[in-house]
């Protein structure tokens, strides 16, 4: 059963390939320089902040993804379901 935000056929790839495009402009325009000419002052450090974060998380997935246990499925008609919301 999909979830809550899953759309059917063209209206879901449209959605989410105008998202998509939405994110990468949206990054690309944000890591510009706040004027011109560009010196260490006036430097847009987003950039250099988002490729460090990109590159550690990048890293911590290779080294930790062997360990990951992801979540497991649970009948809304099981027991623990009843637990849980108690």
């Known amino acids: 059963m999909p ?10 790839f449209v959605v989410n390939a105008t998202a998509c495009a939405y994110i990468v402009v949206f990054t690309v325009v944000f890591m510009f320089p706040f004027s011109r000419p560009v010196s260490a002052a006036t430097m847009n ?6 490729g460090f974060f990109s590159l550690f998380v990048a890293g911590f997935w290779f080294w930790r993804r062997a360990d990951f246990e992801g979540a497991k499925y649970v ?3 099981a027991e623990a379901m009843a637990v849980d919301a108690m």
Do not use: I, K
């Open 3 to 12: 979830g809550w935000f899953w759309m059917r056929g063209a209206v879901g």
């Open 75 to 77: 009948p809304p008609t």
């Open 45 to 50: 450090y987003s950039s250099l902040m988002c």
